[in-house]
């Protein structure tokens, strides 16, 4: 079956612009899951949806960044007024449900870099 | 709050060498624990887990203990091959608010040669 797929796998945007990165989770599944990796450091929780609802917005590290999932399925990361140190790949991951012990299935990312 | 720290790399290896790659967590609770690999131009797989103390996660040949007295989780493989290359992330998960939320290293780049 299909995975968690995230488009555009590149983004490149200059300083001041409006970016959105897209996540397509695993159908069926209720639980997403963003992520910043910049480089060289491990995955950094952004925050979490369960169905449509962000359950946990904690890890957006400012108000410039905001994420939706209307309808439960497909979510949006949307970063306003970019920066050079937004610069990092997006990961997004789902799973069946929030809880122990569903495991995160993650996609390949969107690599952001902003000039 | 929780964190996790891994050893640094990256980690060059000749085919057939024994790894190990360090892992030390610090949490409240009683965690879950994890190995996630990801491959060049791939993303995060889920290699490994352990749920409890004294648990053992392997996977591939590859094998983690879980151990809350040493607040350690070791990757260990006895025989590495070229296809092994990769970046080695360990991670805990702790249930926090209905929702496992998940506390990533900084991830170990392993190259393994012919």
């Known amino acids: 079956g299909a995975g968690v797929s995230q488009t555009p796998s590149n983004k490149v945007t200059e300083k001041g612009k409006y970016v959105e990165l897209r996540c397509d989770p695993i159908?069926?599944?209720?639980?997403l899951y963003w992520y910043r990796q910049s480089l060289g450091q491990g995955p950094e929780f952004l925050i979490y949806?369960?169905?449509?609802?962000?359950?946990?917005d904690s890890g957006l590290p400012n108000d410039r960044f905001f994420a939706v999932r209307p309808e439960g399925s497909v979510s949006t990361l949307k970063i306003q007024r970019t920066e050079r140190g937004d610069s990092a790949v997006y990961l997004c991951?789902?799973?069946?449900?929030?809880?122990?012990?569903?495991?995160?299935?993650f996609g390949p990312g969107t690599r952001l870099t902003v000039l | 709050g929780d964190s996790v720290t891994q050893m640094e790399g990256p980690v060059t290896l000749s085919e057939e060498a024994f790894l190990t790659i360090n892992c030390t967590y610090t949490?409240?609770?009683?965690?879950?624990l994890f190995w996630y690999v990801q491959y060049p131009g791939e993303g995060l797989q889920l290699l490994l887990k352990?749920?409890?103390?004294?648990d053992k996660g392997s996977n591939k040949g590859f094998e983690a203990t879980y151990r809350k007295e040493t607040t350690s989780f070791h990757l260990e493989k006895g025989s590495v091959q070229v296809s092994d290359s990769a970046v080695y992330f360990c991670?805990?998960?702790?249930?926090?608010?209905?929702?496992?939320?998940?506390?990533f290293g900084t991830g170990t780049k392993l190259q393994v040669i012919p």
């Open positions: 991951a789902s799973s069946l449900q929030g809880g122990n012990p569903n495991e995160q299935f």
């Open positions: 159908s069926g599944h209720t639980a």
């Open positions: 949806f369960q169905g449509t609802g962000a359950a946990d």
């Open positions: 949490a409240t609770g009683y965690p879950s």
């Open positions: 352990a749920t409890k103390a004294d």
């Open positions: 991670a805990l998960s702790r249930n926090s608010g209905g929702y496992q939320k998940v506390t």
